[in-house]
């Protein structure tokens, strides 16, 4: 059973900056393709950063050239350093993992990380990340 573990939330200001961490468990069997989703009040969850194990990555335009998703070797922590906040990137934050491949794959080769994350199996509680102007 895989089990995650968001860390790393917080408030900061307009223009700073946030490390997010996902610490893995049991992450033992599969691909190793893992996803960074948010979800504002009232809003929707959406994509905003994913990675195989290979190390591609795919990225929503919104966070573009500003988060940079990594990890420290297959099947292991998943990190998500954000700088350049932005008010509009308050959320809570989640990590997720698609040990099929088939999910995640889509995600970074084909749209772009334009998903709810739908088909992820495993999800992580979530940390908050407040970006105030």
């Known amino acids: 059973q895989v089990q995650l573990a968001e860390s790393g939330g917080g408030e900061v200001q307009a223009g700073g900056s946030l490390r997010l961490s996902c610490a893995t468990s049991?992450?033992?069997?599969?691909?190793?393709?893992m996803g960074w989703f948010r979800q504002a009040p009232g809003k929707e969850r959406e994509g905003v950063a994913a990675?195989?194990?290979?190390?591609?990555?795919s990225y929503v335009d919104s966070v573009k050239g500003r988060f940079t998703i990594s990890h420290d070797g297959p099947k292991s922590t998943l990190y998500l350093q954000m700088t350049g906040l932005k008010p509009e990137d308050t959320a809570t934050y989640f990590c997720a993992a698609d040990p099929t491949g088939i999910v995640c794959m889509t995600a970074i080769k084909l749209l772009g990380v334009r998903t709810s994350g739908s088909g992820f199996d495993y999800w992580g509680q979530g940390t908050q990340v407040n970006v105030s102007a």
């Open positions: 990675i195989d194990e290979d190390g591609t990555t």
């Open positions: 049991g992450y033992t069997h599969g691909k190793y393709c």
